[in-house]
């Protein structure tokens, strides 16, 4: 089993940054594909980006390319979400997700809410 625990979310300004840390434990996630989705009120839960196994390969939603930069440290077992430039539109619950065949793994989120 994966657990995965997310912080570093909060209130910030429009324009502002935050930096969002999804801590793994249980195993070791560096053969997983790493990924960060969110949620917003009376909205589905949406991608946001990903960082696949080991290797630098990223993706990212268009609605934050450019201004979303996710990470990971294989030794710290920790991805990261560097956001900048952040929008009211941002606003959500922010998950970690931890995928390799036959498993998925969530975490409980973390809220993020800019304000204008």
């Known amino acids: 089993q994966v657990q995965l625990v997310e912080s570093g979310g909060g209130l910030v300004q429009a324009g502002g940054s935050l930096r969002l840390s999804c801590a793994a434990s249980?195993?070791?996630?560096?053969?997983?594909?790493m990924g960060w989705f969110r949620q917003a009120p009376g909205k589905e839960r949406e991608f946001v980006a990903a960082?696949?196994?080991?290797?630098?390969?990223?993706d990212y939603s268009d609605s934050v390319k450019g201004r979303f930069t996710i990470s990971r440290d294989n030794v710290k077992n920790t991805v990261y979400l560097q956001m900048n430039s952040l929008e009211p539109r941002d606003t959500a619950v922010y998950y970690c997700?931890?995928?390799?065949?036959?498993?998925?793994?969530w975490g409980q989120g973390t809220q993020v809410t800019v304000s204008s």
């Open positions: 249980g195993r070791s996630v560096s053969s997983y594909r």
């Open positions: 960082i696949i196994s080991y290797g630098s390969r990223t």
């Open positions: 997700n931890a995928q390799r065949i036959g498993n998925d793994y």
